[in-house]
C-alpha cells in the first residue's frame, strides 16, 4: 500500500490513543474492532500481492516484471507482520480475514483491469485510497496497533513507478488520458462502496469509527475525514496527469 500526499501523525495523543494495547485491549469492543482492523488489512494485503504478481504478467519489459515482483514481495511481507501480529493477540488470522475477503475479492472482480496502465493506475489509486482510510483510523488506536498499522502502510515503490509510466504512456499518446480518467473514477466509486459495506456489516468496527469505543469520529469528523481522503486522491490524478 502507498503512503498519502496527506501522511501526518497527530502528537500528543489522549484516551485510548494514549494507551498501549495491553490497557486498550481491556474493553471488548476495541479487541474486536482492532481484530477486525487488522483482519482487514491482512487480507488486503494478501490481496495487493496477488494482483501485483498477476499485473506483472502484463508488464511490457523484463525491467518492468521484475518491479512488480519487488512491489509484490514488499506486500507480502506486510501481510506477514499482520498476520504474526493477530497471532500474538490470540487472534486466528484465517478467521479474522474471512468476514472481508468477499467485499475486496468482489471489489477486484468489478475492477479488473484490462490492461498494463489500467493495472497501475488500479493499484495507485485503490491502495492510496484504502491507505488514507486506515491512517485516518490509525490516529485513534493505541500505541501499539497505531504502530504497526503505521509500518505495513509504508510505501512500497508503486506510487512513483506508477505515475512515472502513466504520464510517459499519456505524453506518447494524449488519448489514453481520458480512457484512463474515467477509470480512476470508477474505482474511487467502488472503492468506497465497498468500504462502506464492510463497515456496516462489522458491528465493532463501525462503533468504533463513530466514537462508540476508542476516540472515534462524530459525524462532522467522518465527512472532514471523506472530504481529507478525497482531496488526496484529487491530488494523485493530477499527479499522474489525469483530471479528477
Do not use: C
Not at 500500500?1 to 495523543?13: F, K, L, V, W
Not at 496477488?50 to 502484463?58: C, G, P
Not at 472530504?227 to 494523485?236: C, M
Amino acid at each position: 500500500m502507498e503512503t498519502p500526499d496527506n501522511a501526518t501523525e497527530s502528537t500528543g495523543h489522549t484516551g485510548i490513543a494514549a494507551q498501549d494495547w495491553a490497557a486498550a485491549s481491556a474493553e471488548p469492543q476495541y479487541r474486536a474492532a482492532v481484530v477486525d482492523l487488522l483482519g482487514a488489512l491482512a487480507y488486503g494485503e494478501l490481496a495487493a500481492f496477488e494482483r501485483l504478481a498477476e499485473d506483472a504478467k502484463l508488464a511490457p519489459s523484463l525491467g518492468d516484471k521484475a518491479e512488480l515482483a519487488k512491489m509484490a514481495s514488499a506486500e507480502f511481507h506486510h501481510f506477514e507482520r499482520l498476520r504474526d501480529r493477530l497471532t500474538a493477540i490470540d487472534a486466528e488470522p484465517t478467521a479474522a480475514m474471512e468476514p472481508f475477503a468477499q467485499a475486496l475479492d468482489d471489489f477486484h472482480r468489478l475492477t479488473a483491469p484490462s490492461d498494463w496502465l489500467e493495472g497501475l493506475v488500479k493499484a495507485y489509486v485503490g491502495d492510496s485510497i484504502a491507505s488514507d482510510f486506515y491512517r485516518e483510523v490509525a490516529a485513534r488506536l493505541d500505541s501499539d496497533t497505531r504502530a504497526l498499522v503505521l509500518a505495513v502502510l509504508d510505501d512500497t515503490g508503486h506510487g512513483n513507478f506508477a505515475v512515472e509510466k502513466v504520464r510517459a504512456a499519456i505524453e506518447a499518446d494524449p488519448r489514453v488520458g481520458g480512457r484512463l480518467a474515467l477509470w480512476a473514477r470508477r474505482l474511487m466509486g467502488e472503492a468506497l462502496s465497498q468500504a462502506q459495506r464492510v463497515v456496516a456489516e462489522r458491528d465493532a468496527l463501525s462503533t468504533m469509527l463513530v466514537g462508540g469505543v476508542a476516540d472515534g469520529f462524530d459525524l462532522a469528523a467522518v465527512g472532514e475525514m471523506f472530504s481529507r481522503i478525497t482531496k488526496a486522491h484529487t491530488k494523485r490524478m493530477a499527479a499522474l496527469g489525469l483530471a479528477a
